[in-house]
């Protein structure tokens, strides 16, 4: 594994849609590992491709409850809201107020191709919306009501996260 260059903001690349994954190889499995790895040196709680250079559509997500890995991820359903704070990666030390679903429903493939349903609440729905952003070309500050001062802090999203994975059944 290695760590990789980050993009930050200003970064054209950070507005450039990725492209679909379409071989399951061994590259795309060390590149899904140094996202990690990437990721966790910078305490983050998710990373996109974009964010090291890649414009492929893969993501990698652990908001302390273990590493979630989606290849190709669209969101199939949202529900409720939620309004709080958000960061990013590619923006060291902004964060905004961000207003997000509350629960999240997205269709994914593995690092081998198959495919899953992952329903997430609370902070992994927000992860999951946030990530699946970056894919578009779109960044966290284009959705902020505000950004916030840097001394300002928020009350924590209290409720309880959840998490649910469905293998899917569903022939390509
Ligand atoms: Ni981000």
Known sequence: MAIRNMVYEGDPLLRKTSREVTVFDDRLGT???????????????????????????VVVIDIGE????????????T????????????F?????????????????????????ELSGTALLARALCHEIDHLDGIVFIDHASRMLD???????NKRRVTAHVKKEKTDK
């Open 31 to 57: 590149l899904l590992d140094d996202m990690a790895e990437t990721m966790y040196q910078q305490n983050g709680v998710g990373l996109a491709g974009v964010q090291v250079g890649v414009l492929r559509r």
């Open 66 to 77: 273990g590493k979630i890995e989606l290849i190709n991820p669209t969101i199939l359903k």
């Open 79 to 90: 529900s409720g809201s939620q309004v709080g704070s958000e960061g990013c990666l590619s």
């Open 92 to 116: 060291p030390g902004q964060f905004g107020l961000v207003e997000r679903p509350d629960a999240v429903t997205v269709k994914a493939q593995d690092r081998h191709g198959n495919w899953f």
């Open 150 to 156: 840097p001394n300002e802090t928020l009350p924590k």
